[in-house]
């Protein structure tokens, strides 16, 4: 069955630090991938998304994601995390098959002060 | 432009008891897809309705069961409700129905079952 690994169940870093986030995926068609955030206490909101074209693309507030097919691979980057990003991280796949998202288990990242 | 809104927030039933839960989309929008959050699971896709049909089903039971009306507001049911079924149930909507459509996420509806 196609799912979705997150690597990381809870990721702690300190304000200024660089933020990745791995997620990949196991099917072999075409895919449209998203990042989604949860903040405490907020709706999910779309961080990114990809489809086709230039791998690395930039979604809101200085995140962007790289898509690496060879490695099934669309990971989340931030340069410099501010306490602020605390919040829960979603990848998410769509196979082309209407709103159908496939989810994975989620990454909590919590930045310190 | 007003969120996805889903009511009622909070929800305790009990065992075999049934449940119906409402969601009205984004003004505009006419695709609604359910999807269950758990701390074991994690999000995991219900169903998906367009133009008041159902388009898409995930793994659930049939116990879950959903319809969307002629102007995109969607219910979702839950019948024989099981310890199990205790979950925050959200609801996305999306102005077209599509895999590159982006979803809109509303608050959820947390359902306990005692």
């Known amino acids: 069955a196609q799912s979705v690994s997150q690597h990381n169940h809870h990721v702690i870093l300190s304000e200024a630090a660089s933020l990745e986030l791995g997620c990949n995926y196991s099917y072999g068609g075409t895919v449209n991938l998203f990042w989604y955030v949860q903040y405490p206490g907020q709706h999910l909101q779309l961080l990114l998304k990809y489809f086709s074209g230039d791998p690395l693309v930039k979604g809101i507030k200085g995140f962007e994601a790289e898509f690496i097919k060879s490695k099934f691979s669309f990971n989340l980057r931030k340069p410099s995390v501010q306490w602020s990003d605390t919040a829960e991280y979603f990848c998410a796949v769509n196979l082309n098959q209407g709103g159908k998202l496939i989810f994975g288990q989620g990454t909590e990242l919590s930045v310190k002060p | 432009k007003a969120g996805v809104t889903q009511t009622p927030r909070y929800l305790i039933k009990t065992r075999g008891q049934q449940v119906t839960l409402s969601c009205s989309p984004i003004s505009g929008h006419r695709s609604v897809s359910w999807y269950q959050q758990t701390p074991g699971q994690g999000l995991q896709f219900l169903f998906e309705?367009?133009?008041?049909?159902?388009?898409n089903k995930g793994n659930f039971p049939g116990r879950f069961s959903g319809r969307q009306f002629s102007n995109s507001r969607s219910e979702m049911n839950v019948s024989t409700l099981e310890l199990g079924d205790s979950a925050l149930y959200l609801c996305?909507?999306?102005?077209?129905?599509?895999?590159?459509?982006?979803?809109?996420f509303g608050p959820g509806t947390r359902l306990l079952v005692l």
């Open positions: 996305a909507s999306s102005l077209a129905r599509g895999s590159q459509e982006t979803q809109y």
């Open positions: 309705y367009f133009s008041e049909t159902q388009r």
